[in-house]
């Protein structure tokens, strides 16, 4: 694939992810600057392009010169796209970001341009939700080709189906797909900003002017190169200005899920959101810390008409985001990209936190996460919700675990707030269990069975199926009826005994059977640790 379409672009060190190093050179801006003629506007750039050019070879200018040279070429040329980009993009490289953002509002050229400039410096300088400001009103603004070419950038972040999804679409197409992508790969849903796709959108630009740079010297980048800053961001190698000198390991996280999940995120497991994934076509560092995605959380859904009641916990116990307390903890819920998310926080010492919310019918993407003053983020992800119910159908909610306490209503929300925040359950602690079943009868007679089986792998059941696996199958029945219930929801609670359970992984099912013979199945995955 050929990137000539990137209008080149300059600056080999335009780092744009803000843990890499710059050099430093104090450069002021000029005070003033005779205006030139329209007529002069092409002698105007072939000065500034040649004070750029003198800023290498054996006799280089100093960069304190070449600024000014190309401030008063702005002056001049006010309107000058290639002016107005290495005035930005040149202060940048020095980390002077007053100057950078300066000769960013400064800037009197396209307006789509002026804007990507001043999203790249505030990139740079963390401000992330001003940068995606910035970001958004540049693409908004750009001409219609410069949009599609920048979609040709996008397509290097992707792998399987939604990469192939993303290769049959046309430019408008991508448009609406890269609202989802950048929805997904947002690293936290807690926080307003998406500095994954203001990364991504300041390496654009910062390859923009790369290119710009090499033409100067009639020199061409590599694709393979233009990609690698693309997927990886600028690899921190580079030591006399614009002369690589070695080179280093890029690192970060996968943001964008490669499964599956790209294409059906309400559909998606946690470990389709796993951010080390080797199939990953993409990195990104972000400036706050490790991002820790071990955590084991609870969620269940109860059916309240035409909308379900959400209950969610998480426990960090012991866990390095926990050490000193102040978690901020949130649970996020969203249909989709075009879907106002349903957030909701916790903010306290404790370690353990239990949040409500009650949202469509319909499955979610739901993200639980935890941010600190300094020792990193932590999330989990995945979809969720109730298999569809034909109206008048027994159906069952969610199970959901708690402490048990002797004397709890059997209702939602007498029992939601004793719910466990983990399904890593220890030998010993005491287990209730709740669950809501509808569309039953009155006076129907109930028989409940609750399986407790080891979940195994292709040779773990291979093991079982010949008689030599150590772990058993536990099924326990019993019978109920609806006598006195409120019909629309009926819930229930059950002690559950693990105490028996070596460590390991396991599924509990539960088995509602009526009086006519209708049945309904409901499942959650816990672990044993010993």
């Not at 804007?115 to 995606?132: D, I, N, S």
């Not at 399987?160 to 950048?182: H, N, T």
């Not at 792998?457 to 099924?475: D, F, H, M």
């Amino acid at each position: 694939m050929s990137f000539r379409g990137f209008p080149h672009a300059m600056l080999i060190l335009l780092v744009v992810d803000p843990a890499v190093s710059f050099w430093a050179v104090g450069v002021g801006m000029p005070s003033a600057a005779p205006q030139a003629s329209p007529a002069d506007s092409v002698g105007t750039l072939r000065g500034a392009m040649a004070a750029l050019r003198s800023a290498s070879g054996p006799a280089r200018t100093p960069l304190a010169l070449v600024l000014r040279r190309l401030d008063e070429s702005a002056l001049r040329s006010p309107g000058d796209d290639w002016i107005a980009g290495h005035r930005v993009g040149l202060r940048v490289g020095q980390q002077n970001w007053a100057g950078a953002m300066a000769a960013a509002r400064d800037c009197r050229a396209s307006e789509w341009w002026c804007a990507a400039l001043r999203g790249l410096v505030l990139h740079a300088t963390g401000e992330f939700a001003q940068a995606e400001a910035a970001f958004d009103r540049a693409l908004d603004r750009m001409p219609h080709d410069v949009r599609c070419e920048w979609m040709e950038a996008l397509q290097l972040l992707l792998n399987g189906s939604l990469s192939r999804e993303f290769a049959r679409a046309d430019c408008q197409e991508r448009v609406a797909l890269e609202r989802r992508i950048w929805w997904m790969a947002d690293p936290l849903h807690l926080t307003p900003e998406n500095d994954r796709k203001t990364a991504h959108l300041a390496r654009v630009v910062a390859m923009r002017l790369h290119h710009q740079w090499l033409d100067l010297r009639n020199e061409t980048c590599a694709d393979t190169h233009h990609e690698s800053v693309i997927r990886g961001g600028w690899q921190p190698y580079w030591g006399e200005i614009y002369t690589p000198s070695g080179e280093a390991m890029i690192v970060g996280y996968n943001f964008i899920p490669a499964s599956e999940a790209g294409v059906r995120p309400e559909e998606s497991i946690p470990s389709d959101w796993n951010l080390t994934s080797l199939a990953g076509g993409e990195l990104y560092d972000p400036p706050y810390g490790p991002i820790y995605t071990n955590l084991n959380p609870q969620a269940a859904f109860f059916r309240r008409g035409d909308s379900v009641a959400v209950a969610a916990g998480i426990e960090f116990t012991g866990h390095p985001l926990a050490i000193r307390g102040g978690l901020e903890v949130g649970l996020i819920l969203a249909r989709d990209e075009s879907d106002t998310p349903t957030i909701v926080r916790s903010q306290g010492l404790g370690n353990r936190f239990v949040f409500r919310a009650v949202v469509a019918d319909q499955r979610h993407l739901v993200s639980i996460e935890a941010l600190t003053d300094g020792r990193g983020v932590g999330r989990t992800r995945f979809g969720h919700g109730l298999p569809e119910r034909a109206p008048g159908d027994v159906a069952l909610s969610d199970l959901l675990l708690f402490d048990w306490r002797d004397g709890l209503e059997q209702e939602l929300d007498a029992v939601a707030p004793h719910m466990l925040g983990t399904s890593r359950i220890r030998p010993g602690r005491q287990v209730g269990m709740f669950w809501e079943m509808y569309g039953l009868e009155q006076d129907d007679a109930i028989e409940l069975s609750l399986t407790t089986a080891p979940r195994r792998g292709l040779l773990a059941n291979l093991a079982a199926a010949i008689g030599i696996a150590g772990r058993e199958s536990v099924r326990t029945t019993w019978q109920d009826a609806t006598e006195g219930d409120e019909l629309d929801i009926v819930g229930r609670t059950l002690r559950i005994d693990l105490s028996r359970l070596s460590p390991g992984d396991y599924t509990l099912e539960l088995t509602v059977r009526t009086g006519n013979g209708e049945t309904a199945v409901a499942s959650r995955e816990i672990q044993i640790v010993g």
